[in-house]
């Protein structure tokens, strides 16, 4: 049997972080019922150009709902032992817990390619519903500039697909919580195509 990648070069290879034993049953289904709450609260997030921000990074068009996170999700960003967890598995000793949100893709709900601002050294993502498909995303452009992302938009698309692109598949249910580098790492979501509603939250981090 192959032996498991070490989390910190897990990190530093490919721009991830797994880790188990902060997500069990009762909490997860406390995220799902606070998300279903939260739904109620939601605005949508829609951008309609492409551009480059001047924290380094990079956004194109987008359409999906945004809703604040609650007090089970808020607990879950600001668990101390979790956090010792993430900063030992990446090797930022000041990451430091920034934010967080449910984000709801309805029917033709998207996001083009894009990175997190720069508050998002770290992104955890958590599918709260089963029907969330992987997320598209380019390690292969880690850390480029703005502007040489603009010009793969120009080339490729949005959605990019072929030698170089990869795909993310998010957890579903309690167990494993996955992050990855959401500043550094262009990634994107294809329009969702289910009729039902597909649930994502999001926790963000920061390295001081």
């Known amino acids: 049997m192959a032996e498991a990648t070490p989390p910190r070069v897990l990190w530093e290879r490919n721009g991830l972080v797994q880790v188990r ?5 009762d909490r997860f289904d406390a995220l799902v019922t606070e998300a279903q709450q939260q739904a109620e609260q939601s605005t949508p997030y829609e951008r309609v150009e492409t551009s480059g921000h001047r924290d380094g990074s990079f956004a194109s068009p987008a359409h999906c709902d945004m809703a604040a996170g609650g007090p089970a999700l808020y607990g879950l960003l600001s668990d101390k032992e979790l956090l010792l967890v993430l900063r030992e598995m990446t090797g930022m000793r000041r990451l430091t817990p920034f934010g967080c949100v449910y984000v709801t893709y309805n ?6 390619l894009h990175t997190d601002d720069v508050k998002s050294t770290l992104t ?22 703005p502007d040489v992302l603009g ?24 167990g494993l919580l996955q992050g990855w580098a959401g500043y550094d790492i262009p990634h994107w979501r294809s329009p969702h195509t289910d009729s039902r ?8 981090y920061l390295d001081l």
């Open 151 to 174: 010009k793969v938009v120009a080339e490729h698309g949005m959605f990019l697909e072929g030698d170089g692109f990869e795909h993310l598949e998010h957890p579903h249910g309690p």
């Open 197 to 204: 509603p597909a649930v994502l939250a999001t926790l963000s």
């Open 124 to 145: 955890i993502g958590i599918a709260l519903t089963d029907n969330l498909a992987a997320m598209g995303w380019a390690p292969g452009l880690r850390a480029v500039y």
């Open 21 to 25: 034993g902060f997500l069990p049953p």
């Open 107 to 112: 029917h033709g709900d998207f996001q083009g």
